[in-house]
């Protein structure tokens, strides 16, 4: 069952290149904007940017999993989902981690390409790549409990990102410290520690937590 | 053969603050047939998705021979089949691919055999569709394509909300054929729908859901 459904999900994304390409263009449109702001003040620039990386990394994952359940609920896959004897939670799951799969690694993978482009130094470089492979899962879990808690309400476009974003805080704490601290020279264990902690926390709980806010919104 | 019985027991559902059903008492057993029918917008979906477990109750229980069936999860999901009026197809897959995911989700479902799949496919008349994109096949063939689910279990208990919409005359009548067929092997099958084909039927219970009461 397992690879009957990773398969099915990797030819959905094949089939929808939108979705694999066009957050990859968004992350990228949305960076090359501060510069454009700001100014070619280098100094400046090479200060902001891993913040700005991580809060471009935040609107992305918004935007994916905004609207993530709502094909589905619209189809009535959830139906069957619910009805199933196989466990929905593991279903949800590896929903989660296909969506990460295919969304978030490629953004991921080019971030080396704009620590080059902003001149950002190798060590800051790979522990942004660090946080960013610890946080985004958890954001992505976060943003799918939000779309499956605005399930059943027509116009959810604002609400999901205004009930999420608290969420994402701690995330966002711990990994825009753990970059300051190595680009001072400071150590970072604990943060990552911290993030290791919250994924480790997050991932096995939510498909729980979805199974049940998705029960909740197909009930109301 | 395994005996199965499903009672619902004076179950009630409001929503909105508005009741959608009131103290409903039903219950059918192996080789019978309910069909519920009523005007639209009358409770008789919320109440299929109540005997499904979707919908929870405000009062009342649903049993599966005697067990109540929020208590036994999913011994009760292994012997039921649903097919909701949403198609529950993925438009980005071809008829082929969702129906070897839908599988996936159905342990008794068999789908490694493509004779057996091509054939089935051929006597409703969709063999052609095999491998386009759902998103290119008229509404009615889609209806077929999730009512084969039901050939291609083993599952006794099936649970059908208006498996009839979209369908044509010809296909009505290879769906009734196909429920005498599962009430032949001792299959329950519960279903709502507005075509009344109560006659074509042996024990075959016909329920009338109006102003929240079943008559």
Known sequence: MIKTILLKELSIYIRNLNSVFLPLIFFFLIISIFPLVLGPDKVLLNKIIPGVIWITAILTTLLISNNFF???FNSGIIEIYLTSESSIELILFLRIISCWIFTCLPIIIFIPIVSLLFEIPFSSSIILVFT????TPILISIGLFGSALTLGLSRNNILTPILIIPFYIPVLVFSASAIESVSIGLPYYSQ???LLALLMLILPTMPYLLKYTLEFSINN | MESLKISVNSATCYKNNSVIFSDINISLKNSEIIIIMGSNGCGKTTLIKSISGIQNLDSGE???NNKNIAT???DFKEEIVYVGHKNSLNNDLTTIENLEYLSAFDSTTD???TANIRNLMKNLNIEKYKNYRVSDISEGNKKKISLMRL??????IWLLDEPMSYLDDESINMLINIFIEHQKKGGLIFLTTHYDFSKK???????????AELT
Do not use: F, P, Q
């Not at chain 2, 050939?151 to 006794?156: E, N």
């Open chain 1, 192 to 194: 990552i520690y911290i």
């Open chain 1, 70 to 72: 709502k094909e589905d």
């Open chain 2, 201 to 211: 039927i042996n024990a075959c219970k016909v329920y009338t859901m109006k102003d």
């Open chain 2, 62 to 64: 649903i049993k599966l």
């Open chain 2, 151 to 156: 050939l291609l279990t083993k599952k006794k």
């Open chain 2, 72 to 74: 036994i999860g999913s």
């Open chain 2, 111 to 113: 789908i490694s055999n």
């Open chain 1, 132 to 135: 960013l492979l610890l946080g």
